[in-house]
């Protein structure tokens, strides 16, 4: 009998493929079929052999003896392969730009007419957890209106406002185009306090806060680069920073340089950076191509009132 | 304490011959004028071998630019660092 002859009844006999003449099967493990040479002592062979590729491969002696594929069928001799379970080739987005609940930092979230930015951390005001992250990403440059739906994973990730709504616009600290301004930061509240928690995705918690030494190692976790390290070059300094809106002049900022290659990217905005005793101590809004730009931290806190949870 | 004459006048060092005023207070006020030259989009302070220097960063380095700033500013050396313009991210 030819292999392809056998590979027919097989297919019936465990793929319950339709074949007259033979009562059609499903066999839990296998997954597919087909015709390849005999693998013997882990080489090839000249002789064509049945392919069954399953699931997972199991020793002889555990598999039930109604489901022992054979050694032979019609004179053909079979291999059983590991494969796993075939799949169509779908990229699955990196954790950070998925729905998670708990919501914690590091993850992609945004105002609804916000492309996305990164939920920064969790704030305690007075016992109440909020969610905090730039201006530009929770209140959209100052067009957000209070109670305006925050979505997480943002609308650039895939976030719809009747699926994935986390929370809503708190407060924000509008920007200023006339004066120098020290923050661009904003509040959301989550509908249930439950889905967030106080973690940072690849840090872990936050142990408070304080500002920033010169040539320090800090790291972030942000949507767009993830979890990366830099290195503190510029502890106060005076900018210029565009915004879809104008520009707006910033003052008493820290500057970072990556470790290898970029510290952060477009919709990193809003992640915590922090420093190796696990204090935030800014964060992130804007950069350059070579230096990334960060609030420090203890001018967020007292612009709100509030501290790290 | 020592104390070491200047072309602008007088800087008190302490006794390991750092200056009494800091670099910040120094930044804070040339930040100004620095700021309003053409191509200059930040300044602050950093660290150049060991010591504090006021950091001007300009989006490109055109000599132009280079030329209209200073190498010092009262004894606290001026580095000039081409960063690109800063965007919000």
């Known amino acids: 009998m030819r292999p392809d002859d056998a590979k027919r009844v097989c297919e019936c006999e465990y793929l319950g493929v339709p074949l007259d003449g033979l009562k059609a099967g499903v066999h839990p493990n296998v997954v597919g079929i087909g015709v390849g040479h005999k693998v013997a002592r882990g080489r090839a062979t000249d002789d064509l052999a049945l392919r069954f590729y399953v699931r997972q491969k199991m020793h002889a002696l555990l598999v039930p003896p109604a489901q022992r594929i054979p050694d032979e069928v019609e004179g053909i001799r079979t291999d059983i392969v590991q494969s796993g379970e075939f799949s169509i080739w779908r990229p699955i987005p990196p954790i950070y730009q998925r729905k998670v609940r708990p919501a914690m930092g590091g993850l992609s979230i945004g105002h609804y007419s916000v492309t996305a930015g990164t939920l920064g951390c969790v704030v305690s005001d007075r016992g109440d957890r909020l969610i905090l992250s730039n201006n530009h990403v929770l209140a959209n440059e100052n067009r957000g209106a209070e109670g305006d739906p925050i979505l997480q994973p943002g609308r650039f990730d895939g976030g719809k406002p009747e699926k994935d709504t986390l929370a809503r616009l708190e407060t924000y600290v509008a920007l200023d185009p006339e004066e120098a301004n020290l923050v661009d930061c904003a509040l959301a509240r989550p509908y249930d306090p439950a889905d967030v928690t106080e973690d940072v995705l690849g840090i872990g918690r936050l142990r408070g806060s304080r500002e920033p030494e010169l040539d320090e190692r800090v790291r972030k976790s942000g949507r767009t680069t993830r979890l990366t390290g830099g290195t503190v070059v510029d502890a106060g300094a005076t900018l210029r920073v565009g915004y879809a809106t104008g520009t707006y002049l910033f003052r008493d900022q820290m500057i970072v340089v990556g470790e290898r290659g970029a510290f952060s990217a477009g919709g990193d905005s809003g992640s915590a950076i922090v420093g190796a005793d696990g204090k935030a101590v800014g964060l992130l809004f804007a950069g350059s191509p070579f230096f990334t730009v960060a609030n420090k931290f203890v001018h967020v806190e007292k612009a709100f009132g509030v501290r790290v949870a | ?89």
């Open chain 2, 1 to 89: 304490m020592a104390r070491r004459r200047t072309r602008r006048g007088f800087i008190a060092k302490d006794r390991h011959g750092r200056p009494m005023v800091s670099a910040k207070d120094i930044k804070d006020r040339h930040e100004a004028r620095l700021m309003k030259t053409p191509g200059v989009v930040g300044v602050g302070i950093g660290r150049k071998d060991g010591k504090e220097c006021i950091r001007v960063y300009v989006e490109n380095g055109s000599p132009k630019v280079l030329s209209a700033l200073p190498r010092s500013l009262e004894d606290v050396p001026v580095e000039v660092v081409v960063s690109g313009s800063f965007r919000a991210r």
